[in-house]
């Protein structure tokens, strides 16, 4: 796997953002850290991890009959169309029902 032209990216860090991304996904309603609820006080750090993980995801290459293709252009695109599709719906949910102004969820 490759991440083309992205400077900077070690594996460890490619790692830790997709832990993070599936525990802001996968929230617990008494969870700690970036596996607590989704909420206004702790948007900065979920908007952060929905950012780069929308910037990261659409990078992947993979080995394809020898040639290096985006993840996206093969034949199993389908999971990364559709993480991206949730992180993109979940964001949309929360700017629209947490930061709403008559929201009871702030």
Known sequence: ????NLPGFNVCSWLCGCFRLFDAL???????Y?????????????????AVSKKLVPSLKVYEKGVLTPLLST????????????????EMMMEEIVFSENSDLK
Do not use: E
């Not at 996968?26 to 700690?32: A, F, I, L, M, R």
């Open 26 to 32: 996968n929230s617990k309603p008494k969870g700690k």
């Open 75 to 90: 034949r199993k695109s389908t999971a990364i169309r559709g993480l991206l599709a949730t992180v993109h719906s979940v």
């Open 34 to 50: 970036f596996k607590s609820p989704l909420r206004q006080s702790n948007a900065s750090d979920w908007k952060r991890v929905f």
């Open 1 to 4: 796997m490759s991440l083309g």
